[in-house]
């Protein structure tokens, strides 16, 4: 008992006491914080009292601060067929991107890795868009797309399309935009996980009599979900709040408005501020609840 006694006395004592945070740590957060306070914390805050705002008896076009929560209300009633149709957009977007996105990944990372600079320069081409304006790019395909342009000729020569009719303007131009503006989000995470997935695993596979189908289910699916669902986020939210090419300036029209249409004319075109507002907050907390649900889902360290 009495060695028992000793013992638990110098665990107890053998314990190191908690370390002390160093003010010089806190000093160098410091321009962090107030780097976030001062763009994030303060135009959120504005952006919430604005939504909340009320017309001005007074002034004709002006608002003032209020309680009004209606506004909220009120968009939701106006323009659902837009929220709804932004989110289908991009769940297309997002799935389309994904079937082209997750085979390039796979011939990058696992095909070309025996080939280093092969692998390089297919890795430099998925990028290499970034390196021209998105407006640049979008217009190009409008081009594309237009009466006089290559793809509206050879579907017309097919008998596909009527002679004098533009793509541009339709569901398949926005969803065609939306995915190749944004595939780079989607293949650049996959490829980061397979380029670092181990090949016995899939040299197991084969020895173990598995199809070339059953060793992408069961093993490279698996390895290379966090990768997946990493680019599905990155895809879908920029997509889901895209306002380029849904305009009738690029490759939409007027039934192929988005939210992010609506948000642009509310704030430049109508100046109606409250209800500009209210729509960027409810796709702001549209896009935290899908992250919230991935986060729960696989874990806060598959989002490094």
Do not use: C, H
């Amino acid at each position: 008992m009495a060695f028992t006694a000793f013992a638990g006395t110098a665990t107890a004592v053998a314990e190191p006491a908690p370390r002390r945070r160093s003010p010089i740590a806190l000093l160098l957060l410091l321009p962090g914080i107030f780097y976030l306070i001062l763009f994030f914390v303060t135009p959120l805050i504005s952006l919430v009292i604005t939504s909340l705002q009320a017309p001005d008896p007074l002034i004709f076009g002006q608002y003032v601060n209020a309680f009004n929560w209606q506004n909220y209300v009120a968009v939701l009633e106006q323009y659902w067929p837009q929220t709804i149709r932004s989110a289908g957009y991009a769940a297309l977007a997002t799935l389309f991107a994904l079937l082209i996105g997750f085979p390039l990944a796979y011939f990058i990372g696992i095909t070309l890795r025996p080939f280093p600079l092969l692998q390089s320069l297919a890795l430099v081409l998925v990028i290499a868009p970034f390196f021209i304006s998105f407006l640049l790019r979008t217009l190009a395909w409008k081009q594309i797309f237009s009466v006089e342009g290559p793809v509206a000729g050879i579907l017309s020569s097919l008998g596909a399309l009527p002679p004098g009719v533009s793509i541009t303007g339709t569901t398949f131009s926005v969803v065609f935009g939306l995915t190749y503006n944004f595939i780079p989000f989607m293949v650049l995470p996959i490829y980061a996980t397979l380029v670092s997935l181990d090949l016995r695993l899939l040299e197991a596979g084969n020895d173990l009599y598995g199809s070339p189908v059953t060793t992408f289910r069961t093993v490279t699916l698996p390895l290379s979900a966090a990768g997946v669902m990493s680019g599905t986020l990155l895809t879908f939210i920029p997509a889901a709040g895209d306002y380029i090419n849904a305009s009738r300036e690029f490759l939409g029209a007027t039934d192929t408005t988005m939210i992010g249409n609506v948000i642009e004319a509310n704030f430049l075109v109508l100046q109606n501020f409250p209800a500009a507002a209210a729509l960027s907050l409810i796709l702001m907390a549209f896009i935290l609840v899908l992250v919230a649900a991935y986060v729960k889902r696989s874990g806060t360290e598959d989002l490094l």
